[in-house]
Nanobody
Framework: VQLVESGGGLVQSGGSLKLSCTAS?????MGWYRQAPGKEREFVAD???????TIGFAVRGRATISRDNAGKTVHLQVDNVESSDTAVYYC???????????WGQGTQVTVSA
């Protein structure tokens, strides 16, 4: 399974970051984690293939996650970004069928003042 991320880059403080990730096949759950310098990787949000989603505490109230492309693509939008949102964002996907867990290569998001 391959995960290809897009989006990220430089985002102005108060603006919105938008990320997408496309998998080579549809998986049960797709979502995002992030890792800031010197910190552990943390959960951002995920969505399953039945329309349910979970939003992490750090972005709750600011984030939207959705899936399309027959479940192969997951989109993340985080509004009203701030400097604490600066991190490398990693796409994550997993399968209930075989227990496989997959990661994208990561995409840098930097929030500028």
């Amino acid at each position: 399974v391959q995960l290809v991320e897009s989006g990220g880059g430089l985002v102005q403080s108060g603006g919105s970051l938008k990320l997408s990730c496309t998998a080579s096949e549809s998986l049960d759950v797709m979502g995002w984690y992030r890792q800031a310098p010197g910190k552990e990787r943390e959960f951002v949000a995920d969505a399953n293939d039945r329309g349910s989603f979970t939003i992490g505490f750090a972005v709750r109230g600011r984030a939207t996650i959705s899936r399309d492309n027959a479940g192969k693509t997951v989109h993340l939008q985080v509004d009203n970004v701030e400097s604490s949102d600066t991190a490398v964002y990693y796409c994550n996907a997993h399968s209930y069928t075989d227990g496989g867990i997959y990661w994208g290569q990561g995409t840098q998001v930097t929030v500028s003042a």
